[in-house]
């Protein structure tokens, strides 16, 4: 990250700060204080929270109810979501185009509520949803069916078979010991399988999709797409060239 600020000449510091969803209020009463922070960019748990702290949203934050970067303009802080738009991307980049698709998606939080809106305004399909929190890929299915009534949104099992793509939005595979987010084993080598964990870049659900003679993307990818979209948000040009 500093590498790249440097080679594109910035007079600028990307920070890592750790804050506790607790504490995010007080930390952000002391972050928008400073005057020479110019942008933000949140991860989980996050994203929800800092939304209601905006004067403006852009079109994805506002459809999504979530944010994960920020900016401060004359008129206060505003800011937009990149998750979704930045998986698309790397779908795209990695060869793979969602629309037509019928996507099974596991994880619904902030970064799934984003890709499962990017992925149906991509044109997927169908979109089948599956979490493990009791009512949310009911109520998120039920969001991009009104948003977006041509691609068929639905609450379905962890089960691959019959799905071009798969879509791991879960934070399984982040630690060692993680179960998969769905049986590798009922995989067929014409689907893809994507992921959004960056580190480790394969990560144990990619390496058994490997096993299976089907494509992956890593988070890599969407990192990359994202990060590219979040660079020209803050005014950052030439991050992806």
């Given at each position: ?83 979704g738009e930045g998986f698309v991307a790397g779908l795209r980049a990695a060869g793979h185009d969602p629309a037509g698709l019928r996507v099974l998606q596991l994880g ?134």
């Amino acid at each position: 990250m500093e590498r790249r600020i440097a080679r594109l000449g910035l007079d600028a510091v990307f920070v890592p700060l750790e804050v506790p969803a607790a504490d995010l209020a007080a930390a952000w009463a002391g972050l928008s204080r400073i005057r020479n922070l110019d942008g933000v960019v949140l991860t989980m748990p996050h994203k929800q929270a800092v939304v209601p702290w905006l004067a403006a949203l852009g079109p994805m934050a506002r459809l999504t109810g979530v944010a994960n970067t920020l900016r401060r303009t004359p008129g206060g802080w505003e800011g937009d979501m990149f998750d979704g738009e930045g998986f698309v991307a790397g779908l795209r980049a990695a060869g793979h185009d969602p629309a037509g698709l019928r996507v099974l998606q596991l994880g619904c939080g902030g970064a799934g509520r984003a890709i499962a809106f990017a992925l149906a305004r991509a044109g997927a399909a169908a979109l089948d949803l599956s979490d493990a929190a009791p009512g949310r890929a009911g109520a998120l299915a039920a969001e991009v069916a009104v948003a977006f009534p041509a691609c068929e949104a639905r609450v379905a099992l962890p089960d691959p078979a019959g799905h071009a793509l798969l879509v791991n939005a879960t934070p399984l595979g982040l630690r060692p010991g993680d179960p998969l987010p769905f049986d590798p084993g009922r995989l067929s080598a014409l689907q893809v399988v994507a992921d959004v964990i960056p580190n480790p870049e394969i990560t144990p659900l990619l390496d058994a999709a490997r096993g299976k003679g089907c494509d992956v993307v890593t988070g890599r990818a969407m990192f990359e797409g994202q990060a590219k979209l979040a660079a020209a948000y803050l005014g950052i040009a030439g991050w992806g060239g």
